[in-house]
T-cell receptor, first 111, second 112 residues
Framework: TQLLEQSPQFLSIQEGENLTVYCNSS?????LQWYRQEPGEGPVLLVT?????EVKKLKRLTFQFGDARKDSSLHITAAQPGDTGLYLC???????????FGTGTLLAVQP | ETGVTQTPRHLVMGMTNKKSLKCEQH?????MYWYKQSAKKPLELMFV???????ENNSVPSRFSPECPNSSHLFLHLHTLQPEDSALYLC???????????FGNGTRLTVT
């Protein structure tokens, strides 16, 4: 069974702090997506990474796909309360070539 | 406006009731999905429709019955549910299988 483990599960920080969220698997993925889900809403796609070692930036968010395409990280610089939400990674590939979701990281940024 | 609209947003039903969840997408996508989101669990894929044909059914109990009358609409018919079925049910669409998903805001279902 393919698993995408995200860490940490929960994170509560103060506004202005930096943080990194990790998404790890033993499987290789052809692409990996990151979503953010705010309370009361559905997940919204932030970015897709497809090449090993790829780095993408979205304002204060930096996404990296591992060289071996088994893991990914999301780094947020100077977090703001608007960054609060559930961050989900989702990978396509492995034996099933289907999209599977990670376990999620719940981030709370205190003003 | 997410492009994917789900109704109702909240639903409380007894174990003997029959209800339906509705999803509509305005994005011209070819694939539609039902996901179940429970606390402390990864998103669980329930059903996938591609070009109105069901292409995936992930061992979902028969008390959940999907219907896709056309490429823009998806229903989830519910009957004789159990309390453990209480969850957020999310509909999503994508251009094709494995393309990024566009989610609706979900239906929060409580089974009493």
């Amino acid at each position: 069974t393919q698993l995408l483990e995200q860490s940490p599960q929960f994170l509560s920080i103060q506004e202005g702090e930096n943080l990194t969220v990790y998404c790890n698997s033993s499987s290789v993925f052809s692409s990996l997506q990151w979503y953010r889900q705010e309370p009361g809403e559905g997940p919204v796609l932030l970015v897709t990474v497809v090449t090993g070692g790829e780095v993408k930036k979205l304002k204060r968010l930096t996404f990296q796909f591992g060289d071996a395409r088994k893991d990914s990280s999301l780094h947020i610089t100077a977090a703001q309360p608007g960054d609060t939400g559930l961050y989900l990674c989702a990978g396509v590939g492995g034996a099933t070539n289907k999209l599977i979701f990670g376990t999620g990281t719940l981030l709370a940024v205190q003003p | 406006e997410t492009g994917v609209t789900q109704t109702p947003r909240h639903l409380v039903m007894g174990m003997t009731n029959k209800k339906s969840l509705k999803c509509e997408q305005h994005l011209g996508h070819n694939a539609m999905y039902w996901y179940k989101q429970s606390a402390k669990k990864p998103l669980e894929l329930m059903f996938v429709y591609s070009l109105e044909e069901r292409v995936e059914n992930n061992s979902v109990p028969s008390r959940f019955s999907p219907e896709c009358p056309n490429s823009s609409h998806l229903f989830l018919h519910l009957h004789t549910l159990q309390p453990e079925d209480s969850a957020l049910y999310l509909c999503a669409s994508s251009q094709d299988r494995n393309s990024p998903l566009h989610f609706g805001n979900g239906t929060r279902l409580t089974v009493t």
